[in-house]
């Protein structure tokens, strides 16, 4: 009797442990049980399923882990989060793996840029008693040295850029104004041409006038000679017929 007595008053010190950890909702999917038991399996059931539905999440959640990758612009601390989700989760349903595995794990899971760093861990460190906590620290510490670099490349490059165009806009003003002085140029050296060539037409066409008066001249000079050679031969006729 006195082992009964004990053992119902450690089922009631047990029931009343969970119904003051769980909220009113769970609290009325419990209240019908009679042990500590009883609430346990219902509690177990209700949130991880039989045998089947537990099994089926255990491969779902393994499945994730293998498939596990970070991609480049992911940071840590978000990669991590995720990571950390898969593997509490395995471990709620009594499934999990080894901190070294987890490890291993995460290491072969990040983006190829940062293959060199990895590779520094693994030569360094001991990965069979690595916590990943220390080793998701040493990482966060070498993103912030990536970040840094690549901000400071990339203001060295917008610094190139910058000098580039305002070069080329030296340039192309440049440019500009010896294509105006050049424009000027060639409007001068027309003007001057024009000048040459009306000049030059006055001089040209000056002697073709005298060319043409001299022309007819001599066309006049040669026509009175053919009538006076004319005349001569009449008179000679005539004196030849008296």
């Given at each position: 009797?006195?082992?009964?007595?004990?053992?119902?008053?450690?089922?009631?010190?047990?029931?009343?442990?969970?119904?003051?950890?769980?909220?009113?909702?769970?609290?009325?999917?419990?209240?019908?049980?009679?042990?500590?038991?009883?609430?346990?399996?219902?509690?177990?059931?209700?949130?991880?399923?039989?045998?089947?539905?537990?099994?089926?999440?255990?491969?779902?959640?393994?499945?994730?882990?293998?498939?596990?990758?970070?991609?480049?612009e992911?940071?840590?601390?978000?990669?991590?989060?995720?990571?950390?989700?898969?593997?509490?989760?395995?471990?709620?349903?009594?499934?999990?793996?080894?901190?070294?595995?987890?490890?291993?794990?995460?290491?072969?899971?990040?983006?190829?840029?940062?293959?060199?760093?990895?590779?520094a861990i693994?030569?360094?460190k001991?990965?069979?008693?690595?916590?990943?906590?220390?080793?998701?620290?040493?990482?966060?510490?070498?993103?912030?040295v990536?970040?840094?670099?690549?901000?400071?490349?990339?203001?060295?490059?917008?610094?190139?850029?910058?000098?580039?165009?305002?070069?080329?806009?030296?340039?192309?003003?440049?440019?500009?104004?010896?294509?105006?002085?050049?424009?000027?140029?060639?409007?001068?050296?027309?003007?001057?041409?024009?000048?040459?060539?009306?000049?030059?037409?006055?001089?040209?066409?000056?002697?073709?006038?005298?060319?043409?008066?001299?022309?007819?001249?001599?066309?006049?000079?040669?026509?009175?000679?053919?009538?006076?050679?004319?005349?001569?031969?009449?008179?000679?006729?005539?004196?030849?017929?008296?």
């Amino acid at each position: 009797m006195m082992i009964l007595k004990k053992k119902l008053a450690k089922n009631n010190e047990a029931k009343m442990v969970i119904y003051n950890a769980l909220p009113r909702k769970e609290y009325e999917r419990i209240f019908m049980c009679q042990t500590a038991k009883e609430i346990w399996d219902t509690l177990l059931i209700t949130h991880q399923g039989n045998n089947q539905v537990k099994a089926n999440k255990i491969d779902l959640l393994v499945q994730q882990y293998e498939q596990f990758t970070i991609p480049e612009e992911e940071s840590i601390d978000n990669a991590f989060a995720k990571f950390n989700t898969i593997i509490t989760s395995l471990k709620a349903l009594d499934e999990g793996f080894s901190s070294k595995n987890c490890v291993r794990k995460f290491l072969r899971a990040l983006h190829p840029k940062w293959r060199a760093k990895v590779t520094a861990i693994e030569e360094s460190k001991n990965l069979t008693t690595l916590p990943l906590d220390e080793l998701i620290g040493n990482l966060k510490v070498y993103e912030e040295v990536i970040k840094k670099d690549f901000e400071t490349v990339k203001g060295k490059k917008e610094q190139s850029r910058s000098l580039a165009l305002k070069v080329k806009k030296e340039v192309s003003n440049e440019d500009s104004s010896s294509f105006d002085s050049e424009d000027e140029e060639y409007v001068m050296a027309v003007k001057e041409f024009k000048k040459f060539f009306k000049r030059r037409g006055r001089f040209v066409r000056q002697p073709m006038r005298h060319r043409k008066t001299f022309q007819r001249s001599r066309n006049r000079c040669y026509g009175k000679r053919i009538m006076e050679k004319d005349e001569m031969e009449n008179t000679r006729d005539e004196t030849w017929s008296d």
